[in-house]
């Protein structure tokens, strides 16, 4: 009898075991860059795109973060998602394009969007047939920032970004060339207007961004563009503690602090939503398939805010909509250079560019 009812006890426990296991799978992954995903930036603008679209046709839907920046860890996580079912992967950030260039090929059957990068631009990479990325005019709206920020008042002003990677790149000196064009246009002394530039290496919130940016603030400078993810976070803070102002990035960050006049958006929302329209109600391979494409301004995937969230003192809707209106029809041209990324003080300006230390 005791042989027997220790039998039925293991008999039970793999049972109970077996039932226990999650056998969940879900439809639509995504995989977070090295940000949280309620960065209220980057990740949090993606997943807020893949959320809307999977839950208006029920659809599962996960999100993963990597245990670690680096592409192994960005592959893994990645696997892990395939393993739990994943028929499509969206991944943000310029990071993720080796991992994209190792899983695109590991896995043909699976779809992946690229949001910011491009698996190409990695040392013998390509853009297979299963996947479609997504790059943004960043110098576009980061030189209306810049121009708004002078418009508005600003003559002494700052750029924090995060890692020096090609978006935020763009961000940074568009948002330079846009201050000198309000300043010619306005017919200011240019040796009078000044812009601070710097990378964080990072894109955390942190005692290190905060004091670098209040540094910023106590040397005159009143507005910082922040563009780096959780960075603004530490910008937003010390500008609350110097009564100054912020620009945010990527969404509108109107809500996360008084402090924010006006945010550089870029559509990553609407892109993600778009992908997966793509991918489970449209044609992949004629809409997307093996395709990169640029959301400029021209295309509405790039603007700053202006209207009933902004804070703006005297730039107006009027001057957005017309400045706008020449980067559409192509009167402007931006000529960032990603290789004076970390050299910005070299880029052709007559305003002055200073590089503050430490930078990424």
Known sequence: MKKFVLLFVAVLCVFLLSSCKNDETYTIAMITDIGDIDDKSFNQGTWEGVKRYAEEYGISHKYYKPTAKDTDSYVAAIELA??????????????????????????????????????????????????????????????????????????????????????????????????????????LDLSTIEVKYHYTGDFDANPKNQTTAATMYSQGVTVIFACGGAVGQSVMAAAAQNNAKVIGVDVDQSGESPTVITSATKEIGTAAYQAL???????????????SVILDAEKGGVGLVVGETSRFTTFTKAMYESLLAKLIDGEIEIPYDQSLANAEDELPVQITVTMVGGSN
Request: proline residues 3%; charged residues 20%.
């Open 82 to 187: 395939i393993s739990n079912g994943a028929k499509i992967v969206i991944t943000p950030g310029f990071l993720f394009a080796e991992a994209i260039n190792i899983c695109q090929k590991q896995y043909p059957k699976v779809k992946f969007v690229l949001i910011d990068g491009s698996p190409a631009d990695v040392e013998g990479g390509t853009i297979e047939k299963n996947t479609y990325s997504v790059l943004f005019a960043e110098e576009q709206v980061g030189f209306l920032a810049g121009y708004a920020a002078v418009k508005d008042g600003h003559t002494k002003v700052g750029f924090m970004g995060g890692m020096a990677v090609p978006a935020v790149v763009r961000y940074g000196q568009g948002f330079i060339f846009g201050v000198q064009y309000a300043a010619e246009e306005m017919g």
């Open 277 to 291: 329209e793509s991918f489970f109600g449209g044609d992949w391979e004629e809409e997307v398939g093996g395709k």
